[in-house]
């Protein structure tokens, strides 16, 4: 008598594995797209907090209108922030609000610093992040206060 799987016992086996895998990709690729978004949510924040800070400190907003002038403006390279200006509290510029890592792993999750956007008359601010997760196209807008609305097509 000879020891073994049938072909059929292995043939249903096989069909299960396929069918679990069938199930299991799908709900895996879709937990894949809600990390990524919820990291670009998790970044944007971030900068959020270093605009607010920003504002405390100079009483308004990075009043720049791009992205590479914003990210001078966080790390104390900037026309307001810079060595040579000082604070509203007397502080001397030059403030690092967020770490230049922060700001590139945006851009790296974005697919690049030209799909992310700002602008800001001092007052109030727009971010902007467009970028492809999965099939789908994603916008993510940030105003004052780090409200964030994100919509995909």
């Not at 944007?44 to 990075?62: G, R, V």
């Not at 800001?120 to 467009?130: A, C, I, N």
């Amino acid at each position: 008598m000879k020891k073994g799987f049938t072909l059929i016992e292995l043939m249903i086996v096989i069909a299960i594995i396929i069918i679990l895998a069938a199930i299991a990709i799908p709900n895996y690729l879709r937990m894949t797209e809600r990390a990524k978004v919820s990291a670009i949510e998790s970044d944007m924040k971030a900068i959020a907090t270093a605009l607010e800070a920003f504002n405390t400190d100079w009483t308004k907003y990075p009043n720049v209108t791009t992205w590479n002038d914003l990210k001078k403006e966080l790390t104390g390279q900037g026309t307001i922030n810079n060595s040579s200006a000082t604070t509203v509290t007397g502080e001397t510029g030059g403030i690092v609000y967020i770490k230049p890592e922060a700001l590139t792993a945006l851009e790296t999750k974005a697919g690049g610093a030209s799909n992310i956007t700002y602008s800001s008359d001092g007052g109030t601010y727009t971010l902007q992040v467009t970028t492809v997760i999965g099939a789908k196209h994603y916008t993510f807008t940030m105003t004052p206060g780090g409200q964030i609305s994100v919509s995909a097509s």
